[in-house]
């Protein structure tokens, strides 16, 4: 049954066309397999059997519990874990010790109202935002540790072995997991989050482009294509969503050490800021659309005197520019010509703004997109320029 | 020191000014310490004990790590770490028994070999979009029990009695968490999504007005003022960040049972789409501000016939109807009204895009972005007429 399902696994593997994400997903599910197999020995052997016993089972939930699908986010759940099973465990010791001299029913409530008063601190100091965001699994393990501990002081058992043995056994399942997610096949939070960000600027350009053609569409008096706006509308949407899963990334991407083309103290925030302006370029991207799609005739003729191909010349000159910046970031190399874009771009800026007086709807809208365009353009090439600066 | 600790956590509690949130998380702090309290004394007494054992320790990590901030989030933790339990105890006792029939070392190899297949499976199943939204925790606990059950079963225990007494101690964890999040001063996850639905409205109608104030500040002659731009950005760039907020609360809310003013099979997807449009006019708005700022001297007058005051009446009344769907939303009630003010707001938009070839830039820009507002502001609104018409 087993050999069975393992060729079906490994025939599906060779035989289907699998994009770069499942790859990653399939190799993911391996690693965690191979991890949990490699735990469940150290469970089997007599050896390691008889020093730890039963707490060897902490070893398996450590290595099901941290497994995380980057590296970044593995490595920060058992750093959490870590520190919060030392503190919880150091705490629950001491509260069960103080509590085994008091003796009688007076254990059992000195124990329940020092969980009670520890664990809702704990709750309380994990909703605050700023914890939540990167301690939040920390304080959540120092609370199952501390009450796991206290309240089994109750029975009075050896407590100072019992958290040493749970305390080594968690570490080996950490030392696996750290192991097989560093070194076999790693996803790396960091890689992920540049990525994503190339990929924003990619599709941003795509968008601008689109626009254009759709507006080109609409001057020859054609009704824009459908399927046009749906595929920017799509591309602006995903872009905006974006946010919380940068968030995350940039959170995980700093615990990560040296890897590939990324040093130790990276600024990972420059990241978010860039994608935080992309987000406000998707924003008015998407307004350019919904103006393009409310417009019903096209315009005069005697409106459009030499505005069209300025407007042209801007999209297709803040396509290739978004273009072009997306694949630097990607290589991490510096633009020579970066200056030159930007001084053409403010140009046909200016020239924009002297000539719209005398021009019609459709031509101020698209305008002001691009204007708009241009200057949290301007701001993020800055932003790009210090992180360029620092690498 | 526990007493004192006490009395000045309630002076805290009692001569601070809280806010509405802050409550809530003392609240929530005080449900958790209280739970945990409930399932140590279960642990402490001795009937419980004789019959569970260590495994009652399942039931502490259960309150733990099942009690989430909403009762919403609480039952579907609660649910899947059920449903997973009973799936891996059952196939993890099936693994363990049919090896233990193996013997010697074919039997490692075995429990070896499925544990990698089981896994492997479940964490790639785990990884699909779909299924980690709602079940991926399911999931988590699935692969842990199944390989904790099926490894035990090595050393040949009672995996039955094992498995039952884990899962009765898990099932009173669970019954504890749930009395108290329901119970307890309950914070629904179908109210916070309601609440920042409504809010969502008040905040575009905060920003919609804002513009014009700006706006008529900049036809004045005077710079508009940064604080007020400050504030309609910060409006706009939270209410598109919300999407992942808001889908993980629609999703605990579909848990939630009957409360309030909110019913079974309640239609949250509802909120999600209507969410949706709220945030592509957030988009709006804040090109539209972009397009304010970029602004640098005033229009020439006669290029105003009218057109100041029609897109003044357009802003008033966008925002004053944003305002008014956010309050009905909030009590639930309908509007008779909403059909004579979309008709005011439809024939607003005809009259501003038939004057509009006569104006100039900052008129048309933000014609547009009204014109933008009151096509997607209409769908919203049927969408809105949808739920009402529903609940």
């Given at each position: 049954g087993a050999l069975f399902l393992m060729s079906y696994v490994l025939s599906l593997l060779s035989w289907r066309q699998m994009k770069d994400g499942e790859i990653k997903r399939v190799a993911h599910s391996f690693k965690v397999g191979l991890a949990l197999v490699l735990v469940s020995l150290l469970y089997m052997l007599e050896a390691v059997h008889d020093k730890l016993g039963d707490n060897a089972m902490w070893a398996v939930m450590t290595v099901v519990v941290v497994f995380e699908f980057t590296s970044g986010a593995t490595i920060s759940k058992g750093l959490n874990r870590g520190a919060g099973t030392i503190l919880g465990c150091g705490l629950g010791s001491l509260v069960a010790l103080l509590s085994q001299e008091i003796g009688g029913t007076g254990k059992a409530v000195a124990i329940g109202s020092s969980v009670f008063i520890f664990v809702a601190a704990a709750t309380y100091f994990r909703l605050a935002p700023k914890i939540k965001k990167k301690y939040d699994y920390g304080a959540l393990i120092f609370i199952l540790t501390f009450s796991l501990v206290s309240v089994s002081g109750v029975r009075g058992d050896q407590i100072i072995i019992l958290s040493r043995d749970r305390l080594s056994s968690i570490m080996i399942g950490f030392a696996i997991c750290l192991f097989i997610s560093i070194f076999v096949s790693p996803v790396w939070a960091g890689d992920e989050l540049h990525n994503s960000l190339s990929n924003k600027f990619d599709k941003l350009a795509e968008s601008v482009e689109g626009c254009m053609e759709d507006y080109t569409c609409l001057l020859e008096g054609k009704k824009g294509t459908q399927s046009i706006r749906e595929r920017i509308r799509s591309n602006c949407l995903s872009v905006l969503s974006s946010k919380s899963s940068d968030e995350a990334l940039a959170n995980f991407a700093t615990w990560e050490p040296w890897h590939g083309r990324f040093g130790f103290y990276y600024p990972w925030k420059k990241y978010l800021q860039i994608g935080d302006s992309l987000r406000e370029l998707a924003a008015y991207v998407l307004s350019l659309t919904g103006c393009l799609q409310s417009i019903n005739q096209p315009p005069q003729e005697f409106l459009l005197n030499g505005v069209k191909e300025r407007c042209e010349s801007t999209c297709k000159l803040m396509g290739s520019t978004l273009r072009e910046i997306g694949k630097n970031i990607k290589n991490m190399t510096s633009h020579g010509q970066r200056d030159i874009m930007l001084v053409k771009l403010e140009n046909l800026r200016l020239e924009l703004c002297s000539s719209?007086?005398?021009?019609s709807i459709e031509m101020l809208v698209n305008q002001s997109g691009a204007i708009e365009g241009g200057t949290s353009f301007t701001s993020s090439v800055f932003l790009l320029g210090e992180i360029i600066g620092k690498v």
């Open positions: 719209t007086l005398q021009s």
